[in-house]
């Protein structure tokens, strides 16, 4: 298993470096829920070019980062498929 957490060299090559932070993780305060989905939406469409797509949400996965985009997925997307992760491996 890779371990995405130590290897950081992806980020060089992520499509959101030329982006303000605040398309991923929103404003520090007041973001309603009519301009956070479309920031989302707007965030993700970045994502779904991404060629590190893969390793940036697997980073996420493994350090547990509570907010914003990561890998094209919300905090939701992520906590979501943790879960599904898990069921997973306790089916196996
Ligand atoms: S997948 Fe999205 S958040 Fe992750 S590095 Fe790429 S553009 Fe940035």
């Given at each position: 298993?890779?371990?995405?957490?130590?290897?950081?060299?992806?980020?060089?090559?992520?499509?959101?470096?030329?982006?303000?932070?605040?398309?991923?993780?929103?404003?520090?305060?007041?973001?309603?829920?009519?301009?956070?989905?479309?920031?989302?939406?707007?965030?993700?469409?970045?994502?779904?070019?991404?060629?590190?797509?893969?390793?940036?949400?697997?980073?996420?996965?493994e350090t547990n980062q509570k907010?914003?985009?990561?890998?094209?997925?919300?905090?939701?997307?992520?906590?979501?498929?943790?879960?599904?992760?898990?069921?997973?491996?306790?089916?196996?």
């Amino acid at each position: 298993m890779v371990d995405y957490a130590d290897q950081l060299d992806w980020q060089e090559r992520a499509a959101c470096r030329d982006y303000d932070n605040e398309l991923f993780f929103g404003p520090d305060q007041g973001e309603s829920e009519i301009e956070r989905q479309p920031r989302e939406a707007r965030a993700k469409a970045v994502c779904q070019s991404c060629p590190v797509r893969e390793p940036c949400l697997e980073f996420a996965m493994e350090t547990n980062q509570k907010y914003g985009i990561w890998g094209g997925h919300t905090d939701k997307e992520r906590a979501s498929l943790k879960r599904r992760r898990a069921r997973a491996r306790r089916a196996s």
